[in-house]
C-alpha cells in the first residue's frame, strides 16, 4: 500500500503545503501550518455519522416569542446597532488606539447596569482600579458595573457559570485573551480563534449580548484571522481623527440590521457626547464663501449629512510633475473626475497641483458626491466662489452627463432644514420642498457655465 501523501493546512488563508514551513507562503502569517490526517485515516477515527444527540428543529414561523432589543441608553449606539442589543448576538468592535472604543461600551454598560441590567466588564489591558479611575472621571462611578481584568478564557468562563447569566458581556480586548488549551501567546491566530469561540458559543446559550474589542492592523482593518469576523453578529469600526473632536461608529457587517447606518458622537471631557444633528458639525465655521468650497447632502443609511468639500489648485512651472492628494474621498474616483473635466469641458488641471479634503474628516463613499467635487474643482481653478446657501449632488458619467442617484427628496429636505436656499442635482430629482429651489444640471458644461456666471 502506497504511503499517504502529508499536507499542511494554513490555518489563517487556508492555503496548502507539501511540508511544514514557519511562515505560510501564501498570506506570510507565522506558525499557522498544521499537518491533516490522510483521508482514510481520517474517516476511520472521524465518523460522524453516529453518536451523536438527535438536533430540535424550529419552524419559521413558530409561537415562541421573538428576542426582544435592549436599549444601550445611547440612541446614536443604537442606531448604528439598527436598534438595540439583540440578546445572544456578538458584536466585534474595531478602532484606532485612543479613538474612544473603551469609553463607549464603559458608557454603555453603565447605562444598561443603571437600568436594572446586569453588566460584566472584562479587561485584559487595564486593572480594575484603572477602570475605575476613568468611570470616577466620566461621572459614571456610582454604575453598578461587575469589572475584572483578567486574560484567562477558562477562568471567565468558569467564573460566569456559577452566576446567573449578564445582560451584556464586554471582553476588551479578545486579543488579550488565551486559552490554555491552545498553544501560542495571546493574539496569535489560533489563539483569538479559539478564545473568541468558546465565549461566542456562551453567549448564544445564554443569551448574552457579547461585545469584543479588537485591535486594527496599520492600515485600520480588524487584526486578526478574519474568520473573527465571519463568526461574530455585527462587526463595527468606530472611526474619527483624534485631533478631531467627532467620532463616526459605523456597521461593516450586521445580521440585525443595516450596514450603511452610523452613530455620531462628539468626545468631550465627560466623555462621548452624541450628535444628533452631525451637519451642523460638519458645516461649522462657514461664514463666508471662498473659491474651491462646496457643499454635498450626503446619506448615511437612511440619516442625510451636510459636509463641505474643499478643493485647492496651484499652478506649477513648466515641466514639473503635479501632485494629486485626497482627504476623505477615493483617489481614483478624483482622476477619473479631472479626466471628465478636461474631455468634456475644456479645462486644464494637467499643469495644476490638485488639493481634495473632505471638512472634518468625515470619509465619502457615496457617488452622488461626484457633482460636488467638481463644482469644488471648478471654483478653485476659477478662483470664483460658488453661490452662497447653495448644495450640490448627483452621479457625473464618464460622457460627462449628471446621472440621478437614490433618495433625492431626502437630501432637498436637510438642505432646507439646515438654511440652504439652492440646490443643484440631476434632472428628474425635482421635488417641492418651501423654501428651496431646485436647479437641475444635465450635463457637466453646465455645470462649468454656472460657476463662471454665479448662478
Not at 45 to 58: E, I, N, T
Not at 183 to 210: D, H, M, W
Not at 381 to 404: H, I, K, N, Q, Y
Request: glycine content about 10%; proline content about 5%; hydrophobic content about 45%.
Amino acid at each position: 500500500m502506497a504511503k499517504p501523501k502529508r499536507r499542511y493546512i494554513c490555518q489563517a488563508c487556508g492555503s496548502v503545503s507539501p511540508r511544514w514551513q514557519g511562515q505560510c507562503p501564501d498570506c506570510a502569517e507565522w506558525n499557522t501550518l498544521v499537518e491533516e490526517a490522510p483521508q482514510t485515516v481520517f474517516s476511520a477515527k472521524h465518523d460522524l455519522s453516529s453518536g451523536g444527540r438527535a438536533v430540535q428543529f424550529v419552524s419559521l414561523d413558530s409561537p415562541v416569542a421573538l428576542p426582544q432589543r435592549r436599549k444601550t441608553g445611547l440612541a446614536e449606539f443604537d442606531r448604528a446597532l439598527g436598534g438595540g442589543l439583540v440578546p445572544g448576538s456578538a458584536i466585534l468592535m474595531g478602532g484606532d488606539p485612543g479613538i474612544g472604543k473603551s469609553t463607549l461600551l464603559l458608557q454603555t454598560a453603565a447605562s444598561i447596569a443603571n437600568s436594572g441590567g446586569m453588566v460584566v466588564y472584562i479587561s485584559g489591558e487595564e486593572a480594575s482600579d484603572q477602570i475605575r479611575l476613568r468611570a470616577d472621571r466620566l461621572g459614571l462611578g456610582k454604575a453598578p458595573i461587575r469589572l475584572a481584568s483578567t486574560t484567562s478564557v477558562r477562568d471567565i468562563l468558569t467564573t460566569l457559570g456559577s452566576m446567573d447569566a449578564p445582560a451584556l458581556l464586554v471582553i476588551d480586548s479578545i486579543q488579550t485573551m488565551h486559552s490554555d488549551q491552545i498553544e501560542g501567546a495571546p493574539g496569535t491566530v489560533s489563539q483569538v480563534r479559539g478564545c473568541a469561540f468558546e465565549l461566542i458559543r456562551y453567549a448564544k446559550e445564554n443569551g448574552v449580548a457579547l461585545v469584543l474589542v479588537g485591535h486594527v492592523t496599520k492600515d485600520g482593518s480588524i487584526a486578526g484571522p478574519r474568520v473573527l469576523e465571519h463568526m461574530v453578529d455585527v462587526v463595527m469600526s468606530f472611526e474619527g481623527e483624534r485631533s478631531h473632536q467627532y467620532r463616526i461608529l459605523r456597521a461593516i457587517k450586521n445580521r440585525f440590521g443595516a450596514v450603511d447606518e452610523i452613530g455620531v458622537f462628539a468626545m468631550a471631557g465627560a466623555g462621548l457626547e452624541e450628535v444628533g444633528n452631525p451637519s451642523l458639525l460638519f458645516l461649522s465655521g462657514r461664514e463666508e464663501p471662498v473659491p474651491g468650497s462646496a457643499v454635498f447632502p450626503a446619506l448615511e443609511g437612511t440619516r442625510p449629512v451636510l459636509v463641505e468639500i474643499q478643493a485647492l489648485t496651484v499652478r506649477l512651472a513648466s515641466g514639473a510633475t503635479p501632485r494629486r492628494a485626497v482627504v476623505g474621498w477615493d483617489s481614483g474616483r478624483l482622476a477619473m473626475l479631472l479626466a471628465v473635466l478636461e474631455s468634456r469641458c475644456g479645462l486644464s488641471f494637467s499643469s495644476a497641483e490638485v488639493y481634495l479634503n473632505v471638512a472634518g474628516g468625515y470619509r465619502l463613499t457615496d457617488p452622488a458626491a461626484d457633482l460636488a467635487v467638481a463644482a469644488a474643482l471648478v471654483s478653485a481653478l476659477a478662483d470664483r466662489p460658488l453661490s452662497a446657501g447653495t448644495a450640490w449632488f448627483g452621479e457625473v458619467s464618464l460622457a460627462g452627463e449628471v446621472r440621478p442617484v437614490a433618495h433625492s427628496g431626502v437630501r432637498l429636505r436637510e438642505a432646507a432644514k439646515l438654511g440652504f436656499t439652492q440646490l443643484h442635482g440631476p434632472d428628474g430629482a425635482a421635488e417641492k420642498v418651501e423654501g428651496l429651489r431646485y436647479s437641475p444640471i444635465r450635463l457637466l458644461p453646465n455645470l462649468v457655465d454656472r460657476v463662471m456666471t454665479g448662478a
